[in-house]
Every structure is written in structure tokens, then in C-alpha cells.
DNA sequence: CGTTTCGCTTACGTTCGCGTCAACTTGTGA
DNA sequence: TCACAAGTTGACGCGAACGTAAGCGAAACG
């Protein structure tokens, strides 16, 4: 079903990406497609990392930032300082996130006041002065 | 009051922004400060728009998206179809932030599961599994 | 059998958003 | 008058995140 392998132009299309992109983010160790021959394959693992990274990068996290919380999504038991580390670059993104979650409602509220603004003065022009 | 002129010191101070980022936000044409002799004084409106080009990049947008939506914020009455398509990227740009703002909250909940998933793990494996 | 097609690597090019000089003017104070 | 600070305009530099082109191998296609 969901856990077939998929080619790199199969990746490139589901996520609307170029290949560049995805051999860079493999450069950058946030995606480890494994290797038939040549070719990478890639597993759902693999997709649901480019999901969380393409958010990341979304709300404007850094390439670098995203794979230390990519971590986080993975059970990679390595020891409890390791790990103690990792929550502890997710508790900051989560704050971060929090953060610009709520600035956003502010820019929304003050961009849709501005822009009833501008819509009121567009009507009260009532189709003349379009001669300049 | 608040209407004072503000040097490009005073500035980078209340913004915790560099003078070169002003003065690169001005070629962008995205401020205008009046010159006083050959120094620049920024006054209200370069303060209200410096706000919003800092929130707007905080949100992804790029220098030139933001010197678009800077238009609606401003009185500045030319043309019918120069102010509509104006509003047009207005609204663009809105839609843009609600899909982000709702897209935010899923990537928090989602952080936050993981989170509480790795802190779980990280407690279960209580204080021995320290030693490799 | 030649030739697209797909993918791989290597490597240089590009855009954005500034940082970092260098060199110059302008006011201010000892 | 000299120095110094604050500001100015270039111009070049830089890291991030890719784009793009060159050249190669392997597979598939007619």
C-alpha cells in the first residue's frame, strides 16, 4: 500500500520537489533513501521526514534546525543526554512555533482591518476618476 | 511624542536591526526616511512600516512580497486598477497566512505528541542506560 | 544497434538578505 | 587644529538553498 518504494521522480512528483532538492536534503542528512545499485529508493520513512521538513521549512526553519527535530520523530535510542538534548530543541521550536502562531493572528487581524480599509476606499471612488 | 525623529541609531536600537538592513530596506524601496542634510530621520511612518516588514519576514514572506502588501498600508491614492490590484495581493497574501496559520497549528500539535512521546521514553529509561 | 530516458556525481552559478570593509564627509569637543 | 564619533556611499563577501550544466552509466524502446 502506503509502504512501496518510490523512485526519485516519483518523490519529486508527489511532493512537487526537484531532485536537487532531494539528493541536497540527502547531502544535509535529513532524508537516508536507501540505495538499489545506483538508484535511491524511498521508503515511507523517508516521506513522511520530507513532509515534516517541507513544514518546517514552511514556517521558516532552517534546513539545520529541522534536522535536529527530525530527531525527535525518530527512535533512535541513543542515550539519555542525547535524547535529554533533542526535547530540549523541540521544547524551543514548540515555543517558537507557539510564538508565531499567535503573532500570525495579530498580522491576520491587522491585515484584513487594512484591507476592508482599502476596499472601502476603492468603492467610495465609484468608477470614475479611472481617467488619471 | 511618538511623532519624533528617530536617527538611524536610534532606530537599530528600538528594532535591534543593523544600519546597513535600514539602509538596504531603503534601496529596496521598502522605507523612505527624509534626508536631513545627508542624514537619514525616520519618523513615524518608516517605524510603522519597519513593523510590519519585520513581521512579514518573520512570516516567510520575501523583501519585495512585503513591499507589495506595504502599499495597502499606506493612503497612497494613484489609480483605480494601480489600488485594486493592490488589494488583490492583499488578499493574496491573506489567504496565504490563514492556510499557514492553520497548517501552524497542526505542526504544533504534532510537535507537541512527539514530545510527549520522547519525554515518556526518556523517563522509562530511568536514570541507568546511562552507561553505554 | 543507436538513441532517448532516467538517474548519478561533480562542480560552478544564482538569488536573497544582509555583513564587512574602505574611503569620505560632517559636526563636536578638547 | 587635531581628533574622534556618527553617518554616508560603494563594493565585495558570505551562507543558505537550491539551479543548471557537463559528463557518465544503465536501462528501455523502436
Not at 487594512?114 to 471612488?125: I, K, P, V
Amino acid at each position: 500500500m502506503s509502504d512501496e518504494l518510490l523512485t526519485i521522480r516519483q518523490m519529486c512528483d508527489a511532493f512537487d520537489v526537484t531532485p536537487r532538492t532531494l539528493r541536497f536534503y540527502e547531502a544535509r542528512e535529513l532524508i537516508f533513501p536507501e540505495r538499489r545499485g545506483q538508484h535511491r529508493l524511498y521508503d515511507r520513512r523517508d516521506r513522511a521526514r520530507l513532509t515534516l521538513i517541507l513544514r518546517g521549512k514552511r514556517f521558516g526553519f532552517s534546513l539545520e534546525e529541522i534536522r535536529q527535530l527530525l530527531e525527535l520523530y525518530e527512535p533512535g535510542g541513543t542515550n539519555r543526554t542525547q535524547i535529554a538534548a533533542t526535547i530540549d530543541v523541540g521544547r524551543q521550536r514548540l515555543s517558537d512555533m507557539e510564538q508565531q502562531y499567535a503573532e500570525l493572528r495579530i498580522a491576520i487581524e491587522d491585515l484584513k482591518l487594512q484591507l476592508t480599509d482599502a476596499e472601502a476606499r476603492l468603492a467610495a471612488m465609484s468608477s470614475d476618476t479611472t481617467k488619471g
